[in-house]
């Protein structure tokens, strides 16, 4: 899969999806400082799915009605590196096929997807 990893879902995360033999742009190595309007349009334009931390991408898509092709929303209490990938990690393994063109959130508990 093709996966937008904004800034502030870091780095650690980002390698590990390489490490899984996922496509990944990461917002941190490739992007640091960039808008999150910029990297919502850059995620639509190139077909990526957008994994953040960051809950401004939900107000953008609903109440500003940006598309995308796919948002995962980490909305966690541990915001750890290690908690982010083992959340991640169930996700891919339970619902990767329904990834795609849905505003995903997840915790460490849950999971909620939304067409938008």
Known sequence: MRFLVDECTGPKVARWLVGEGHEVYSVFDEA???DDHTLLA????EDWILITNDKDFGEMVYRERHPHHGIIFLRLTDDRAHNKIE??????ENYADKLPDHFVVAT???VRFARA
Not at 42 to 45: C, I, L, R, V, Y
Not at 87 to 92: I, K, S, T
């Open 32 to 34: 640091r400082g960039a």
């Open 108 to 110: 460490e508990t849950r």
């Open 42 to 45: 850059k995620a639509f334009a």
């Open 87 to 92: 959340v991640l990690r169930q996700l891919l």
